[in-house]
């Protein structure tokens, strides 16, 4: 049976997500990709921003996130702790 | 009657070498779990590993001083040959100082063994938490008078550990818990060797070395964790 995501998990999904995307992601794309319902997705995002790990720009009539340089340094932390998690078969 | 004294002179330096560079790597991964333990949002796995290496590390420091403090008293005996160099009050007190760090070594690093242990344990009653704990002062008592029973035991416990990695592994396919494993092997072998420095003092050289090999493989899986993270992004 799959775990329950933990925050950071969820917070590692969004990030990674958006990097996938060239760092620049629209919500709907965000929403799938990261598998969260609206809800969460806004919940997780306000604290995101909140944070400086992404940013809200308007283009051409569509919102995006685009990650920081805040949000790559914690993206590659993240990576860290679960390589250091599987490693330690945590 | 502590081990450390069956170093051949020339390996004095090389010896605190490998026991500071075993210090540094075990003090590194604990200073990472903790901060893994703040990422994650105070995740209770990390703050255990954090403690249990953090214990291992402690115990190391003593057993650097005990190192310093043989070798310091070795140098100041063969340089000064002819000047009666100590009192029998400082003599005594040099002893207790380092029966002292010998104990808080074996104690500390038991302990860290026997932690690092139980968190890999889904369940485990709290009375086998006293029980244990027991044991390893028992341990303790008798290692001061028998430097073997620290070495059998921490054997035990080092193997009980590798297979533990080795299971893991098996179950994750990662192969930097089969290196966990291997380096909790090498360190477990060194033990086997440091039971027979009495004999000869090149048991006390191979030793070492194969400690060394032990931490040097934690080191790369430190490394490989960081890098992983950097390439990864």
């Given at each position: 049976?799959?775990?329950?995501?933990?925050?950071?998990?969820?917070?590692?999904?969004?990030?990674?997500?958006?990097?996938?995307?060239?760092?620049?992601?629209?919500?709907?794309?965000?929403?799938?990709?990261?598998?969260?319902?609206?809800?969460?997705?806004?919940?997780?995002?306000?604290?995101?921003?909140?944070?400086?790990?992404?940013?809200?720009?308007?283009?051409?009539?569509?919102?995006?996130?685009?990650?920081?340089?805040?949000?790559?340094s914690l993206a590659q932390k993240i990576i860290e702790m679960k390589s250091f998690e599987e490693s330690f078969?945590? | 009657?502590?081990?450390?004294?069956?170093?051949?002179?020339?390996?004095?330096?090389?010896?605190?070498?490998?026991?500071?560079?075993?210090?540094?790597?075990?003090?590194?991964?604990?200073?990472?779990?903790?901060?893994?333990?703040?990422?994650?949002?105070?995740?209770?796995?990390?703050?255990?590993?954090?403690?249990?290496?953090?214990?291992?590390?402690?115990?190391?420091?003593?057993?650097?001083?005990?190192?310093?403090?043989?070798?310091?008293?070795?140098?100041?005996?063969?340089?000064?040959?002819?000047?009666?160099?100590?009192?029998?009050?400082?003599?005594?007190?040099?002893?207790?100082?380092?029966?002292?760090?010998?104990?808080?070594?074996?104690?500390?690093?038991?302990?860290?063994?026997?932690?690092?242990?139980?968190?890999?344990?889904?369940?485990?009653?709290?009375?086998?938490?006293?029980?244990?704990?027991?044991?390893?002062?028992?341990?303790?008592?008798?290692?001061?008078?028998?430097?073997?029973?620290?070495?059998?035991?921490?054997?035990l416990l080092l193997t009980i550990i590798s297979i533990l990695y080795f299971d893991r592994y098996a179950e994750?396919?990662?192969?930097?818990?089969?290196?966990?494993?291997?380096?909790?092997?090498?360190?477990?072998?060194?033990?086997?060797?440091?039971?027979?420095?009495?004999?000869?003092?090149?048991?006390?050289?191979?030793?070492?070395?194969?400690?060394?090999?032990?931490?040097?493989?934690?080191?790369?899986?430190?490394?490989?964790?960081?890098?992983?993270?950097?390439?990864?992004?």
């Amino acid at each position: 049976m799959e775990r329950k995501r933990t925050r950071i998990d969820i917070i590692h999904d969004m990030i990674i997500s958006i990097q996938k995307k060239g760092g620049k992601i629209k919500p709907t794309h965000l929403m799938y990709k990261a598998n969260l319902s609206y809800n969460q997705m806004n919940s997780y995002l306000e604290e995101l921003i909140e944070k400086g790990m992404i940013t809200k720009v308007e283009e051409k009539n569509s919102t995006y996130f685009v990650i920081t340089e805040k949000g790559c340094s914690l993206a590659q932390k993240i990576i860290e702790m679960k390589s250091f998690e599987e490693s330690f078969g945590l | 009657m502590i081990p450390l004294k069956y170093s051949p002179g020339w390996f004095n330096f090389p010896s605190i070498f490998i026991d500071f560079f075993s210090f540094l790597v075990l003090f590194s991964i604990s200073l990472m779990s903790l901060k893994y333990y703040n990422l994650s949002g105070r995740n209770k796995k990390y703050k255990y590993i954090s403690f249990a290496f953090l214990l291992i590390c402690a115990s190391f420091f003593f057993k650097l001083i005990t190192n310093l403090a043989l070798y310091y008293h070795e140098f100041v005996r063969t340089s000064k040959p002819t000047i009666i160099t100590s009192t029998l009050e400082t003599i005594r007190s040099y002893n207790m100082f380092t029966d002292l760090t010998f104990t808080l070594f074996v104690f500390l690093n038991l302990m860290g063994l026997y932690f690092l242990y139980s968190i890999y344990q889904e369940k485990q009653a709290k009375s086998m938490m006293f029980l244990i704990t027991y044991f390893v002062i028992i341990s303790t008592y008798f290692s001061n008078l028998n430097y073997y029973v620290f070495h059998i035991t921490s054997f035990l416990l080092l193997t009980i550990i590798s297979i533990l990695y080795f299971d893991r592994y098996a179950e994750n396919g990662n192969p930097h818990t089969k290196v966990l494993g291997f380096a909790f092997s090498s360190i477990a072998i060194s033990q086997i060797l440091f039971m027979f420095v009495s004999l000869d003092n090149v048991f006390f050289i191979l030793a070492e070395i194969v400690q060394l090999l032990g931490y040097l493989l934690l080191f790369l899986i430190l490394r490989r964790v960081v890098n992983y993270g950097k390439k990864k992004n």
